[in-house]
């Protein structure tokens, strides 16, 4: 009988460097000869055990977009050429993000290879992703992606199969060269989770007390999540779930819950017969858009909340143990951590550095401003989660988000906070601006910004308390006296031209000064962001592409 298992010859490829969150490239790139093959073998060689893969299970699935049940096809393959005994698939090649790490925690898997690029646009012409979790069910830290662009640029050849494809509509256990596939609903185990975590039935007393929510899964991977549990287990009426249908181009849009890619559910929640809750999340689903009525939430703030209210959730009615955030995350959790007597950290943006906290058992609530919050539950960001702690706190208080809002402002006092984001712009003009910025950081400290003195200016750099492992040059932070900061940084995100993101942020102790437009409040720090940084005159740009 003729040997499925094939060995390619191949040579490596440059660019294939992951960035915050894996590699993402343009589908056209994904579709060159050997390109994916090439990461995916890389990605083997970087995590393989001296035993090897034998025994071993790989959990696979992605959020839909276009191109991802052709790589699924494609890693099952090199998974059984490398040797792993089963592959767990999500059924249709789909799992969300937070749903591909609760499989690999709940079945003790080796890790999992999850597809996607996130809330980056997809079709043809978008753009696709992958990405590797460990057997702790979090993104691959950086000495994990270190070693897989290293493997690629080595790479000679790789292993895959002379087989048919994989029927991944099929669930149940199918045969590949010895290597079980078995096609499992994507749904189940996460459903089943979050049912731990939240109370359950209290959420589908407050649904049928005739409490509203809008939830736009934005076509992409969260839709049939949000139908199974909103609409499913906690009765909430039909209709709840907007754009709930996955596509592989996610209809044309960008499936990024922020108020420009969401505006048709912001302006819903701004008019006059607004639902009590309204939320969306991203292409995998680890991203939230938190808005009540009449009200966005920015994330900092949402963060901040969740942590101070999440003993109202069964989960964590003991209580905390400590709080993370992204550096470029505003301060608002650090005032709850202080208040609650818990530490809070201070990462690099990244999901991957809160796993080793997370792991630690150092803190319990992590989040970011750029949309994503989670738990110890996972080891990914979880959009659905923070929806549902939001119900559950709704539930239980009794109150309108606004009001919840206004009573944590009066409480901790408020951070005024934006991002301002520049995208495609020229990556030379780019990294023109951040080596100006940094070249005035020694000159900063004393001098007037925005009226105020300049008391710290670095680039951020974050020793690891669990490991020891040192990030350097993670983002210029400008901060003034009266704790108010400009941060800039390039985004690891994209995949065309550079983004800059700069953040903006204000304490405002005073609640009569609670309730002023956001750009009105930091009016004074945006300009002063434009001047130090040149922005203008270095990007062409009169202004940011997307406000947040
Ligand atoms: C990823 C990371 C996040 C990060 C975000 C933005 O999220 O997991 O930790 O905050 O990118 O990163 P950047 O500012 O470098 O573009 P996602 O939802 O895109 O996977």
């Given at each position: 009988m003729k040997n499925p298992i094939l060995t390619i010859p191949t040579a490596p490829i440059a660019g294939m460097k992951p960035g915050t969150s894996g590699l993402r490239k343009k589908v056209t790139e994904f579709q060159q000869p050997h390109y994916l093959a090439n990461f995916v073998q890389s990605i083997f060689n970087?995590?393989?055990?001296?035993?090897?893969?034998?025994?071993?299970?790989?959990?696979?699935?992605?959020?839909?977009?276009?191109?991802?049940?052709?790589?699924?096809?494609?890693?099952?393959?090199?998974?059984?050429?490398?040797g792993f005994a089963r592959v767990l698939v999500g059924q249709g090649g789909i799992l969300s993000t937070p749903a591909a790490s609760c499989v690999i925690r709940k079945h003790q898997t080796f890790g999992g290879i999850i597809l996607s690029a996130s809330h980056n646009a997809g079709g043809p012409a978008g753009d696709f992703g992958?990405?590797?979790?460990?057997?702790?069910?979090?993104?691959?830290?950086e000495h994990l992606t270190e070693a897989m662009y290293a493997a690629s640029q080595v790479i000679t050849e790789y292993g895959t199969v002379d087989t048919p494809d994989v029927d991944l509509h099929r669930l149940g256990t199918q045969d590949v060269v010895g290597m079980a596939v078995e096609v499992i609903d994507p749904v189940a185990d996460y459903a089943e989770l979050m049912g731990r975590l939240f109370d359950f039935p209290k959420l589908r007393a407050l649904f049928a007390s005739g409490f509203r929510l809008r939830f736009d899964a934005m076509h992409a991977v969260t839709g049939?999540?949000?139908?199974?549990?909103?609409?499913?287990?906690?009765?909430?009426?039909?209709?709840?779930?907007?754009?709930?249908?996955?596509?592989?181009?996610?209809?044309d849009h960008h499936p990024d819950p922020n108020l420009v890619h969401a505006k048709a559910l912001y302006d819903v929640m701004m008019g006059a017969d607004a639902p009590d809750l309204g939320a969306a999340s991203d292409g995998d689903g680890d991203?939230?858009?938190?808005?009540?009525?009449g009200l966005f939430i920015s994330p900092s703030d949402s963060l901040a909340m969740l942590a101070a209210n999440a003993h109202r959730a069964p989960a964590y009615a003991q209580g905390l143990a400590g709080i993370a955030r992204s550096m470029p995350t505003s301060g608002a959790a650090d005032r709850v951590a202080a208040a609650l007597g818990v530490p809070c950290f201070e990462t690099p943006t990244g999901w991957k550095f809160f796993g080793n906290l997370l792991d630690a058992g150092?803190?319990?609530?992590c989040g970011e401003e750029s949309a994503g919050t989670g738990s110890d539950h996972v080891?990914?960001?979880?959009?659905?989660?923070?929806?549902?702690?939001?119900?559950?706190?709704?539930?239980?208080?009794?109150?309108?988000?606004?009001?919840?809002?206004?009573?944590?402002?009066?409480t901790y006092g408020r951070n005024y906070y934006t991002r301002h984001d520049y995208e495609e712009i020229d990556t030379a003009a780019a990294h023109q601006l951040m080596a100006g910025l940094r070249d005035q950081l020694p000159s900063l400290?004393?001098?007037?910004?925005?009226?105020?003195?300049?008391?710290?200016?670095?680039?951020?750099?974050?020793?690891?308390?669990v490991d020891g492992s040192v990030s350097a040059k993670q983002g210029v932070r400008v901060v003034l006296e009266d704790g108010s900061r400009i941060v800039y940084r390039l985004s690891g995100t994209g995949t065309?031209?550079?983004?800059?993101?700069?953040?903006?942020?204000q304490f405002e102790g005073d609640p009569a000064r609670h309730d002023l437009p956001t750009q009105d409040a930091l009016a004074a720090l945006i300009a002063a962001a434009d001047e130090l940084a040149r922005i203008r005159e270095l990007t062409g740009r009169t202004e940011p592409s997307v406000i947040t």
């Open positions: 970087a995590v393989r055990p001296t035993e090897g893969f034998t025994g071993q299970t790989l959990v696979l699935g992605g959020d839909g977009r276009f191109f991802n049940l052709e790589a699924a096809q494609l890693i099952i393959r090199m998974a059984a050429a490398n992958i990405k590797f979790n460990a057997a702790n069910g979090g993104p691959a830290p049939p999540y949000a139908h199974a549990i909103f609409e499913g287990l906690l009765g909430a009426p039909a209709g709840t779930v907007v754009n709930g249908t996955p596509l592989p181009d996610f209809g991203r939230n858009l938190i808005i009540g009525r150092k803190v319990t609530i080891r990914e960001k979880d959009g659905l989660w923070a929806v549902l702690l939001w119900l559950n706190i709704l539930a239980e208080r009794r109150q309108s988000v606004a009001d919840i809002a206004r009573e944590h402002w009066a400290p004393g001098r007037t910004v925005a009226g105020k003195q300049v008391q710290l200016a670095d680039d951020f750099s974050y020793l690891d308390p065309a031209g550079a983004t800059l993101r700069v953040y903006i942020e």
